[in-house]
């Protein structure tokens, strides 16, 4: 991807703007490639400090260095169990749940919120635009113990920003989020967050970006934002391509970071190495979340976070061990909801990338295809 020496005039809001030249190595390097030449960006400053209790929550609160993202259909118990099993460190977010579901589905909580305690720290993602129902959502769920509650505010799915008009059509209405996250935040005793993009269809300006962290973070107990560095495009594009159409700016990032403070910022989008991440924090990200690479090459991403990204000693389990505490752990829960939901199916789905890019991953998704379609029970599958 080329520089396109973007110059971000603040001229939307009510704030200054000044001028600053040559953007960090991080953001240059790891975006554009080594022969970018310096930009220009004008940035975005904060008139004024936050309210004071933004410095107390920020104190309080440093964001997770490293983080899995929330993914819809990948990230659900099965995943997050192996997760641990390969990094003790890694912090691991939900797939979003609406708020409409948990309430709804107030009988049957447990098949929607329940996780092993050796998942923490894990955090719920929750979406919505019914501050009752975010209310009561977030109640309900508080006696799961997560340890933080993620306020979608970026999904691009025409079922969720379309029809269901949350996710991230709700940047487009900052003071409705701060609403929405002070509810969330009266009702459970555990920090809050907002996972966003960098804007939406043409409001896509460095200043509008500012507009929503500015109001979301002085109207509402939240301090710490994700940030999706592309926008997204409510187009009717896929979300698959909406999570690829978009360029990413991590320049933005980096401009929150030093606009913002009082605030914590964790970068996503687009990270695919140790290295990268490493990178990022070298180059100030409070945080770092991973999606993508992160689930499609555990081994090679989870397996390094602890030593690489937390500095705790190599640990020296091998794959085959975490196959077999796997093993134990798929044999517990298939067909636990009855009929045969969880599916072998679904509980094998995260095994598939555990050996990715290595000789012999060819093979192995072959044999763990065939299982799906010969056997009901794990242990007789999934022997390495
Ligand atoms: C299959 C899939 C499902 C996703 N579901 C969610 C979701 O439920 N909530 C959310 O905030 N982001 C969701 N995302 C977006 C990711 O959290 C992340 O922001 C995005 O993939 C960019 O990070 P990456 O480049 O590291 O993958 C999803 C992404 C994928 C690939």
């Not at 896929?238 to 929150?256: C, F, G, H, V």
Request: charged share 20%; proline share 7%.
């Amino acid at each position: 991807m080329k520089s396109t020496g973007h110059c971000l005039i603040a001229s939307l809001t009510p704030f200054h703007s000044v001028i600053l030249k040559n953007r960090g190595r991080f953001s240059s390097n790891f975006l554009y490639g080594s022969t970018s030449k310096p930009r220009t960006l004008c940035a975005y400053h904060q008139k004024s400090k936050l309210p004071s209790t933004s410095l107390m929550g920020a104190e309080r609160y440093p964001p997770p260095w490293f983080s899995v993202a929330p993914m819809m259909e990948l990230t659900d118990n099965h995943y997050r169990t192996l997760a641990r099993l390969i990094s003790k460190h890694a912090w691991l977010y939900t797939e979003m749940l609406a708020a409409e579901t948990i309430v709804y589905q107030a009988g049957n909580l447990d098949r929607f919120l329940a996780y092993g305690p050796e998942q923490h720290p894990i955090v719920l993602q929750i979406g919505g635009n019914n501050l009752e129902n975010l209310a009561k959502a977030t109640q309900l769920a508080t006696p799961y113990g997560y340890d933080e509650i993620n306020f979608n505010c970026g999904c691009p799915s025409p079922k969720v920003a379309g029809h269901g008009c949350f996710g991230v059509r709700l940047m487009l209405d900052p003071k409705f989020v701060a609403e929405a996250m002070s509810v969330i935040a009266a009702n459970t005793n555990v920090p809050v967050s907002v996972k966003c993009r960098i804007g939406v269809d043409d409001h896509d300006s460095y200043n509008e970006l500012c507009d929503f962290i500015y109001k979301v973070s002085s109207q509402s107990p939240t301090r710490h934002f994700i940030i999706h560095s592309r926008k997204a495009l409510l187009n009717g594009i896929s979300p698959a391509d909406n999570r690829k159409i978009p360029p990413l700016k991590y320049e933005y990032y980096y401009a929150l970071l030093r606009d913002f403070p009082d605030l914590q910022f964790t970068i996503n989008g687009g990270i695919n190495s140790i290295e990268e991440v490493n990178e990022a924090r070298t180059e100030g990200a409070h945080g770092v979340m991973l999606g993508r690479a992160a689930y499609s090459n555990p081994w090679q991403i989870l397996g390094l976070v602890d030593s690489a990204v937390y500095g705790a000693p190599l640990r020296s389990i091998t794959r085959r061990q975490v196959l077999e505490q796997y093993q134990v752990y798929g044999d517990s829960v298939v067909g636990m909801y009855g009929g045969l939901k969880p599916s072998m199916r679904d509980v094998v789905k995260p095994l598939l990338g555990l050996f990715h890019a290595n000789p012999g991953n060819g093979p192995w998704k072959r044999k763990v295809d065939a299982a799906f379609k010969h056997c009901t029970v794990q242990s007789s599958s999934l022997a390495p």
